[in-house]
């Protein structure tokens, strides 16, 4: 019985597209987070206008889910992986040649629009092309070493932005970019082949698909589990942890880089084991959330109530514990692709994507209006940067309770539930 093999295959190339593709959407996601010293110096801009930059990437982003997902349910992910890239290429090509604020932000906003289109649409494919019960797994590590692309951005990119300059770096994460664009126009199909009319994307009315999200418990589930367990993270990631560890900890460029690195093989290593967790106990799918978020507020408090700066390896907790974030909020897609019909899985998949990022959106705001406040000047001191990230202690709140009062019943059904099609 040697028939599968191929298919099987085939199905692991294009899910390794996919990642490759996501990784390098990472990279252009999280660079402008490891270059916020030299954007300040190139565009003249203080913290609220550095602040600006996350918050039009991430605003786009989470805009234009809904729209995204719609569009991935009417025309197929391979489609949208293309047309992600490419936007995003476009966003980093312009920042390369901008030398002032509004190219910059232009270039910014195409950025967070092309990203909006990648995961969704990784999601999409995995849910084509695996058996319903491995589709926890391996979303889990399409996250996780999509998450690779911070490393991108921590390292190579970093030392490319420091030796080479800004034009040459930004040019760099294009390339990078297009590159995907090829792999994908190669080697992926929206489904395999062998199901009947898998080439042809199946066509829903946008009110049908909104519907069938909106009034959806576990979509809410999902909704609120991903910002419980991202927002921090993306507003340590994208803007605020580098200027944190160095200007506030004293921390050096190797220091710095060594501690995101670990952030993101820590999240490896706990992607497969969170997905086997996800599949194996789906009626717990609500707790492995909500676990995840105490460890991310417990982390936070134990440095923010610290008042002198810490080492590197004092800081290697909360590095952990934004990567225990970073790997269970994949759960929410899980919870999401469970509670509604197949075709529309990319719909429900960018509603869950805006409960993490519009959260992000506010954290990174808030940060920066905290730090303007607190440090007009803009030498913000460790104690402004403490005061400004337990501001986001009321976004937490929020959103976990939100997860409690969506998780109370109807999150445990069994991923058959609402989920594509087993594939054997």
Do not use: K
């Not at 406040?373 to 400004?388: E, F, N, V």
């Amino acid at each position: 019985m040697t028939a599968p093999r191929p298919r099987l295959t085939r199905a692991h190339l294009v899910w390794a597209v996919g990642v490759f593709a996501y990784l390098c959407a990472v990279s252009g996601r999280a660079a402008f987070g490891v270059a916020g010293v030299e954007a300040s110096a190139r565009f003249g801009v203080d913290g609220a206008a550095l602040s600006l930059f996350g918050v039009v990437q991430l605003g786009t982003y989470a805009a234009a889910q809904i729209p995204a997902g719609l569009l991935l349910d009417r025309i197929g992910p391979r489609r949208m992986l293309v047309l992600g890239a490419v936007t995003m290429a476009a966003g980093q090509l312009l920042l390369a040649l901008a030398t002032g604020v509004p190219v910059a932000l232009l270039g910014r906003l195409l950025t967070g629009m092309g990203d909006a289109a990648t995961l969704i649409s990784v999601v999409r494919l995995i849910a084509s092309w695996f058996p319903t019960a491995q589709v926890p797994v391996f979303t889990q590590l399409a996250t996780m070493i999509g998450q690779f692309g911070q490393a991108v951005a921590a390292v190579p990119f970093l030392a490319l932005l420091l030796g080479a300059g800004w034009t040459a770096a930004w040019s760099g994460l294009a390339f990078l970019l297009l590159l995907s664009v090829l792999l994908v126009l190669a080697l992926v199909q929206d489904a395999p082949p062998e199901e009947p009319g898998a080439a042809v994307p199946r066509r829903a009315r946008a009110g049908a698909l909104l519907r069938a999200v909106f009034t959806s418990r576990q979509a809410w589930s999902g909704f609120f589990l991903h910002a419980l367990t991202l927002a921090t993270v993306n507003a340590f990631i994208f803007l605020w942890g580098v200027p944190f560890l160095t200007e506030g900890h004293g921390l050096g460029a190797a220091e710095v880089g060594a501690l995101l690195t670990l952030n993101v093989v820590v999240m490896v290593a706990l992607g497969p084991l969170i997905g086997l967790l996800t599949g194996r106990f789906p009626q717990h799918r609500v707790l492995l959330g909500g676990i995840a978020g105490a460890i991310l507020v417990l982390a936070w408090t134990a440095i923010l109530l610290t008042p002198t700066p810490l080492t590197a390896w004092q800081l290697v907790p909360l590095m952990v514990a934004l990567a225990v974030g970073s790997a269970t909020c994949s759960v929410g897609f899980d919870l999401a692709r469970t509670g509604v019909p197949p075709r529309a899985i990319g719909t429900a998949t960018g509603m869950v994507n805006i409960g993490g990022y519009s959260t992000s959106l506010l954290a990174v705001l808030l940060i920066g209006v905290v730090l303007d406040l607190r440090a007009p000047d803009g030498a913000a001191s460790l104690a402004d940067y403490r005061a400004a990230f337990a501001s986001t202690g009321v976004l937490m709140a929020a959103v976990a309770l939100g997860l409690l009062l969506t998780g109370r019943t109807g999150t445990g059904s069994s991923p058959s539930s609402g989920a594509a099609p087993t594939r054997r």
